[in-house]
Protein backbone atom coordinates (compact mmCIF):
# COMPACT_ATOMS: atom_id res chain seq x y z
CA UNK A 1 0.00 0.00 0.00
CA UNK A 2 1.30 3.66 -0.42
CA UNK A 3 0.38 6.77 1.06
CA UNK A 4 1.72 10.43 1.41
CA UNK A 5 1.71 12.70 4.39
CA UNK A 6 2.22 16.67 3.65
CA UNK A 7 3.41 18.47 6.93
CA UNK A 8 1.54 21.43 7.68
CA UNK A 9 -2.14 22.16 5.97
CA UNK A 10 -1.21 26.06 5.61
CA UNK A 11 3.03 27.41 5.55
CA UNK A 12 3.32 31.07 5.28
CA UNK A 13 6.78 33.03 4.14
CA UNK A 14 7.93 36.32 3.07
CA UNK A 15 8.86 37.69 -0.23
CA UNK A 16 12.67 36.29 -1.09
CA UNK A 17 12.18 33.67 2.01
CA UNK A 18 13.38 30.24 1.48
CA UNK A 19 10.49 27.94 0.47
CA UNK A 20 9.66 24.02 1.75
CA UNK A 21 7.02 22.32 1.73
CA UNK A 22 7.33 18.70 3.25
CA UNK A 23 6.02 15.42 2.21
CA UNK A 24 6.60 12.07 3.61
CA UNK A 25 5.62 8.76 1.48
CA UNK A 26 5.20 4.68 2.09
CA UNK A 27 5.69 2.30 -0.01
CA UNK A 28 6.09 -0.95 -0.64
CA UNK A 29 7.09 -0.46 -4.22
CA UNK A 30 9.98 1.75 -5.55
CA UNK A 31 8.11 4.77 -5.56
CA UNK A 32 7.45 7.53 -8.09
CA UNK A 33 7.00 10.73 -6.66
CA UNK A 34 5.05 14.08 -7.75
CA UNK A 35 4.51 17.56 -7.10
CA UNK A 36 1.38 19.47 -8.57
CA UNK A 37 0.79 22.80 -8.11
CA UNK A 38 -3.17 24.47 -8.21
CA UNK A 39 -4.35 27.84 -8.71
CA UNK A 40 -7.70 28.59 -7.43
CA UNK A 41 -10.71 26.95 -9.60
CA UNK A 42 -8.24 25.42 -12.18
CA UNK A 43 -6.70 22.41 -12.42
CA UNK A 44 -3.65 20.51 -10.96
CA UNK A 45 -0.22 21.71 -13.08
CA UNK A 46 2.60 19.30 -13.01
CA UNK A 47 5.94 20.68 -10.94
CA UNK A 48 8.57 18.00 -11.35
CA UNK A 49 8.17 14.48 -10.92
CA UNK A 50 10.89 11.52 -9.23
CA UNK A 51 10.80 7.82 -11.09
CA UNK A 52 14.08 6.93 -11.43
CA UNK A 53 17.84 8.09 -11.58
CA UNK A 54 19.37 11.39 -9.87
CA UNK A 55 17.73 12.01 -6.47
CA UNK A 56 17.84 16.08 -7.12
CA UNK A 57 15.15 16.58 -8.99
CA UNK A 58 14.66 20.32 -10.76
CA UNK A 59 11.25 21.29 -12.07
CA UNK A 60 9.26 24.78 -13.26
CA UNK A 61 9.31 27.88 -11.54
CA UNK A 62 12.55 27.16 -10.02
CA UNK A 63 11.18 24.63 -7.81
CA UNK A 64 13.15 21.54 -6.97
CA UNK A 65 13.12 18.51 -4.40
CA UNK A 66 15.09 15.85 -3.30
CA UNK A 67 14.17 12.26 -3.06
CA UNK A 68 15.83 10.98 0.01
CA UNK A 69 14.64 6.80 0.53
CA UNK A 70 16.51 6.58 4.28
CA UNK A 71 13.83 9.13 5.09
CA UNK A 72 10.61 8.48 2.83
CA UNK A 73 10.88 12.31 2.25
CA UNK A 74 10.31 14.15 -1.15
CA UNK A 75 10.50 17.62 0.54
CA UNK A 76 9.63 20.93 -2.23
CA UNK A 77 12.20 23.90 -2.00
CA UNK A 78 12.48 27.21 -3.73
CA UNK A 79 14.91 29.49 -2.28
CA UNK A 80 13.38 32.49 -3.04
CA UNK A 81 9.36 32.89 -2.67
CA UNK A 82 7.20 35.03 -5.64
CA UNK A 83 4.36 36.69 -4.98
CA UNK A 84 2.79 34.42 -7.89
CA UNK A 85 4.12 31.38 -5.46
CA UNK A 86 0.83 31.57 -3.89
CA UNK A 87 -0.85 28.14 -4.16
CA UNK A 88 -2.11 24.82 -3.39
CA UNK A 89 0.83 22.06 -3.37
CA UNK A 90 -0.07 18.45 -3.70
CA UNK A 91 2.62 16.24 -3.46
CA UNK A 92 1.71 12.50 -4.74
CA UNK A 93 3.57 8.86 -4.89
CA UNK A 94 2.39 6.04 -7.49
CA UNK A 95 4.97 2.79 -8.08
CA UNK A 96 5.23 0.09 -10.38
CA UNK A 97 2.71 -2.17 -10.47
CA UNK A 98 -0.04 -0.57 -9.00
CA UNK A 99 -1.87 -0.05 -12.06
CA UNK A 100 -1.02 3.68 -12.74
CA UNK A 101 -2.78 5.40 -10.03
CA UNK A 102 -1.27 8.14 -7.49
CA UNK A 103 -2.55 8.64 -4.45
CA UNK A 104 -2.21 12.18 -3.28
CA UNK A 105 -1.15 13.91 -0.86
CA UNK A 106 -4.11 16.29 1.88
CA UNK A 107 -2.50 19.33 0.13
CA UNK A 108 -0.27 22.47 1.47
CA UNK A 109 -1.73 25.96 0.73
CA UNK A 110 1.73 28.45 0.63
CA UNK A 111 1.16 31.98 1.62
CA UNK A 112 3.18 34.49 0.23
CA UNK A 113 3.48 37.75 2.47
CA UNK A 114 4.67 41.02 0.33
CA UNK B 1 -2.42 21.81 -28.96
CA UNK B 2 -3.21 18.57 -26.50
CA UNK B 3 -4.94 18.85 -23.38
CA UNK B 4 -8.17 17.55 -21.30
CA UNK B 5 -11.00 19.42 -21.26
CA UNK B 6 -13.66 19.62 -18.75
CA UNK B 7 -17.06 21.15 -19.20
CA UNK B 8 -18.70 22.43 -18.04
CA UNK B 9 -17.06 24.85 -15.25
CA UNK B 10 -19.81 25.54 -13.31
CA UNK B 11 -22.86 22.83 -12.95
CA UNK B 12 -26.02 23.02 -10.36
CA UNK B 13 -28.05 20.20 -9.19
CA UNK B 14 -31.44 19.95 -7.88
CA UNK B 15 -32.30 17.31 -5.00
CA UNK B 16 -32.96 13.83 -6.71
CA UNK B 17 -31.16 14.88 -10.29
CA UNK B 18 -28.55 12.97 -12.13
CA UNK B 19 -26.24 15.24 -14.05
CA UNK B 20 -23.15 14.37 -16.38
CA UNK B 21 -19.70 16.04 -16.25
CA UNK B 22 -17.70 15.84 -19.55
CA UNK B 23 -14.36 14.85 -19.26
CA UNK B 24 -12.24 14.53 -23.48
CA UNK B 25 -8.67 14.28 -24.21
CA UNK B 26 -6.54 14.53 -27.49
CA UNK B 27 -3.48 13.24 -26.04
CA UNK B 28 -3.99 9.74 -26.90
CA UNK B 29 -4.03 8.75 -23.59
CA UNK B 30 -4.91 4.92 -22.31
CA UNK B 31 -5.91 5.92 -18.88
CA UNK B 32 -8.30 8.40 -17.37
CA UNK B 33 -9.17 9.46 -13.93
CA UNK B 34 -11.86 11.12 -12.20
CA UNK B 35 -11.13 12.39 -8.69
CA UNK B 36 -13.26 14.70 -6.28
CA UNK B 37 -11.78 17.46 -4.46
CA UNK B 38 -12.79 19.14 -1.19
CA UNK B 39 -11.58 21.51 0.95
CA UNK B 40 -8.91 19.93 3.46
CA UNK B 41 -9.23 16.48 2.12
CA UNK B 42 -6.99 16.27 -0.71
CA UNK B 43 -8.03 14.78 -3.98
CA UNK B 44 -9.92 11.17 -3.84
CA UNK B 45 -10.24 9.10 -6.41
CA UNK B 46 -13.76 8.30 -7.69
CA UNK B 47 -13.27 5.46 -10.89
CA UNK B 48 -10.27 5.00 -13.02
CA UNK B 49 -10.21 3.08 -16.83
CA UNK B 50 -6.76 2.01 -18.39
CA UNK B 51 -8.78 0.90 -21.63
CA UNK B 52 -11.50 1.39 -23.52
CA UNK B 53 -14.81 -0.22 -22.16
CA UNK B 54 -13.09 -0.89 -19.12
CA UNK B 55 -13.11 0.88 -15.82
CA UNK B 56 -12.22 0.37 -12.22
CA UNK B 57 -14.10 2.04 -8.84
CA UNK B 58 -11.77 4.11 -6.52
CA UNK B 59 -12.15 4.89 -3.25
CA UNK B 60 -15.49 6.98 -3.13
CA UNK B 61 -17.33 4.82 -5.83
CA UNK B 62 -20.66 5.16 -4.23
CA UNK B 63 -23.34 6.99 -5.98
CA UNK B 64 -21.35 7.99 -9.53
CA UNK B 65 -20.95 6.14 -12.40
CA UNK B 66 -19.03 6.45 -15.72
CA UNK B 67 -18.63 4.90 -18.89
CA UNK B 68 -15.29 4.55 -21.27
CA UNK B 69 -16.63 3.81 -24.42
CA UNK B 70 -14.17 5.84 -26.42
CA UNK B 71 -10.44 6.60 -25.57
CA UNK B 72 -11.04 10.23 -26.16
CA UNK B 73 -14.11 10.81 -23.68
CA UNK B 74 -14.43 9.27 -19.90
CA UNK B 75 -17.86 11.54 -18.29
CA UNK B 76 -18.99 10.68 -15.06
CA UNK B 77 -22.38 11.02 -14.12
CA UNK B 78 -23.48 11.60 -10.51
CA UNK B 79 -26.39 10.43 -9.28
CA UNK B 80 -29.37 10.88 -6.81
CA UNK B 81 -27.58 8.68 -4.93
CA UNK B 82 -24.86 10.35 -3.98
CA UNK B 83 -26.18 12.35 -1.03
CA UNK B 84 -23.36 15.05 -0.90
CA UNK B 85 -22.34 16.23 -4.47
CA UNK B 86 -20.75 19.34 -3.94
CA UNK B 87 -17.64 19.70 -4.77
CA UNK B 88 -14.64 20.35 -7.65
CA UNK B 89 -14.09 17.16 -9.65
CA UNK B 90 -11.24 16.37 -11.83
CA UNK B 91 -10.51 14.83 -14.52
CA UNK B 92 -6.72 13.46 -15.48
CA UNK B 93 -5.16 11.35 -18.18
CA UNK B 94 -1.69 9.54 -18.65
CA UNK B 95 0.32 7.06 -20.92
CA UNK B 96 2.56 5.49 -19.62
CA UNK B 97 1.43 4.96 -16.24
CA UNK B 98 3.35 6.28 -13.23
CA UNK B 99 4.97 9.11 -15.21
CA UNK B 100 2.48 12.14 -14.05
CA UNK B 101 -0.80 12.98 -15.03
CA UNK B 102 -2.61 15.82 -17.16
CA UNK B 103 -5.42 17.44 -15.74
CA UNK B 104 -8.27 19.16 -17.08
CA UNK B 105 -9.44 22.25 -15.54
CA UNK B 106 -12.40 21.06 -13.41
CA UNK B 107 -16.11 21.25 -12.89
CA UNK B 108 -17.15 22.78 -9.63
CA UNK B 109 -20.64 21.04 -8.76
CA UNK B 110 -23.38 22.80 -6.40
CA UNK B 111 -26.18 21.37 -5.29
CA UNK B 112 -29.64 23.75 -5.55
Known amino acids: AQSVTQLGSHVSVSEGALVLLRCNYS??????LFWYVQYPNQGLQLLLKYTTGATLVKGINGFEAEFKKSETSFHLTKPSAHMSDAAEYFCAVGGSGNTGKLIFGQGTTLQVKP | DGGITQSPKYLFRKEGQNVTLSCEQN?????MYWYRQDPGQGLRLIYY???????QKGDIAEGYSVSREKKESFPLTVTSAQKNPTAFYLCASSIPANYGYTFGSGTRLTVV
Open chain 1, 27 to 32: SSVPPY
Open chain 2, 27 to 31: LNHDA
Open chain 2, 49 to 55: SQIVNDF
